[in-house]
């Protein structure tokens, strides 16, 4: 994830870094969602949140994975940070199934949530 900011004064302009989060056993979970232990790029607090079996469009048929900024209902009205995500789900049997999906948005205080409703169809077959 690289971010970058227009006077977010927290904000490192040009910041990158790079998340791993290992999830095991993922055809097993009954959550509805799972969320990561949270981390830090950019001097601003993320984490990721995957709906095993899909949230919104991709309800009951895909993964759901989004970026979400941990404090940003905190966050003063007109902040805003222009952020460059790269996700990418990998399946643990079968390299084929790996996928990686890219955006630019900006996240602000009243959009702190972004990513993807339909990352993969069958979420939980072969991860």
């Known amino acids: 994830m690289a971010a970058s ?16 989060w290992k999830v095991t056993s993922l055809s097993t979970q009954t959550e509805d969602v799972l969320s990561s232990p949270s981390f830090t790029v950019g001097g601003i607090e993320w984490r990721m949140d995957l709906h095993p079996k899909g949230d919104q469009t991709g309800a009951g048929s895909h993964l759901s994975l989004y970026l979400q900024m941990v ?3 905190n966050k003063p009205w007109g902040w805003s940070c222009p952020v460059s995500v790269k996700l990418t789900v990998k399946s643990q049997t079968e390299a ?7 955006y630019y ?3 602000h205080r009243l959009s702190i949530s972004r990513g993807f ?3 993969r169809n069958h979420p939980c077959s072969s991860l």
């Open 5 to 20: 900011s227009a006077g977010a004064g927290a904000l490192s302009l040009g910041a990158s870094g790079a998340y791993t």
């Open 117 to 119: 409703p339909k990352v």
């Open 96 to 102: 084929c199934h790996t996928v990686t999906r890219e």
């Open 71 to 73: 404090d940003g209902a």
């Open 105 to 107: 948005r900006d996240y």
